[in-house]
């Protein structure tokens, strides 16, 4: 392929992985990322490929959708899915990194490659040349104005959480249990806070009491993305909303009596050390005060450090059925692909999904090819559905599913989870097929030095 510079806007895991996937094609790429000069109300370093929200990339069982589109991405020669191996973290049937030793990996593939230039500069207008826009639901003011002058009708919003991570040496172990959900995974990859009824009925009261961070005018409007709710919202809904959700106890006996708890909070591990713990599930709006005072209520929780405390920030995506082809191109500026949740798609692995579409797309098309997109019955084909099929007045952000795939063309099994089984094992082979038409080799990322 005839070497040519592409601009990659956005250092977080859509970009790395379309600048990754460009330069396996021989195509030489201008990696540009803001932080650290600038920085958002989420990020807290400068590394490429931080995650702020949570540390896990969620299922990694082919049967479920994500855990498809991994697999998916592996057979592509996925920068971010590999390195997610490299710094995995025990997590039940889930793949948790460690945070640091993530970035790492990614940041010292990317510095491996000659074909990579970063680039530590605000972009603060759209390319003119071949370029992927791929800065995240975070972009940056001036470059989030230049999307809505061209597009006309603006951004659309939601509001996204994070969980508060706390200190593994300020937990009450003896209150605490270590148990995975029906023993997934290692068994007990999880610590586990058990509640009986009254104190979790007390807890549910704390929160719908607890001082809440205000809301701007301009935010009154946005709503939330329902598979992020914060905890205290989903209080709102009914005393046993968090009970039947993130604070489910079914399928955790605690081992000191044999019976399921009446409700469980979660943690899991947030680094390799096991120094540090994230409340699954408890993404939060409330203020620090608020927080500290109402999550110690929790069993084992009594005199919890807070490494970090959530938070809430507004996320911008664009209506993709309305501004996107099938190549994810603007329609109204073709040189310039979109990646990551700026086009409504919501996670880790979705987000890093479209940048591996957008690489290989845009590398095929500068080798004077254009790819088509990948089969409907691939988890890759059905998020490129969901982002140009979708009626526009209803587009909402969405995590993969299987429901935006369509039945591959073949007989599979009536039983649910063997059809699952057999429709994973044709996606899986069709994605190698899709790819294979591609004259370039599928690159191979390695990282010595990291990993579990």
Known sequence: MRERTVTVVG??????????????ANVSVRLVEMRPAVSTPAHRTGDLAELVCSNSLRSDNPSNAVGLLKREMEAMGSLI???????????????????????????????????????????????????????GPLTSETLHGALVA???????????????VVAADSLDMGTLFAASRYGKGGGDDYLNAPLDRERYLAFVAALLAAEKVPEKEFERDVPYFEGCLPVEVMAERGPDTLRYGPMK???????????????????????????????????TRMTFGAQQRVFRLIPGLERARFVRLGMIHRNTFICAPAHLDRQLRLNARPAVRLAGQITGVEGYVESAA???????????????????????????????????????????????AWGQMTDP?????????ARRAAAAAVALDSIRAWRATLPWPVPAPAFPGHGA
């Open 409 to 417: 063309l073949v007989e599979l099994p009536r039983e649910k989870s």
């Open 354 to 400: 479209t940048g591996l579409l957008a690489g290989l797309s845009l590398a095929a098309e500068l080798g004077g090819t254009e790819l088509p997109p990948p089969p409907t019955w691939t988890a890759h084909g059905g998020l490129v559905r969901h982002l140009t099929e979708r009626p526009a007045h209803r587009f909402q952000p969405a995590n993969a």
């Open 249 to 283: 106890p079914v399928g955790l006996p605690d081992p000191r009596t044999g019976r399921v708890p009446y409700a469980v909070v979660q943690l899991r591990r947030d680094d390799l050390a096991a120094a540090h713990w994230n409340l699954v599930g408890f993404q």
């Open 81 to 135: 899915i590999a390195a997610a191996r490299a710094a995995a973290l025990p997590a039940g049937d889930a793949l948790a990194v460690d945070r640091e030793l993530f970035a790492a990996a990614v940041r010292d593939a990317i510095a491996g490659q000659p074909l990579i230039e970063v680039v530590r500069e605000e972009v603060r207008a759209l390319p003119g040349g071949p370029a992927v826009v791929a800065t």
């Open 150 to 164: 061209l597009l006309g009708e603006g951004s659309l919003s939601f509001f996204d959480a994070i969980a508060p």
């Open 11 to 24: 250092g977080g895991l859509a970009g790395c992985e379309a600048a990754w996937q460009l330069a396996a």
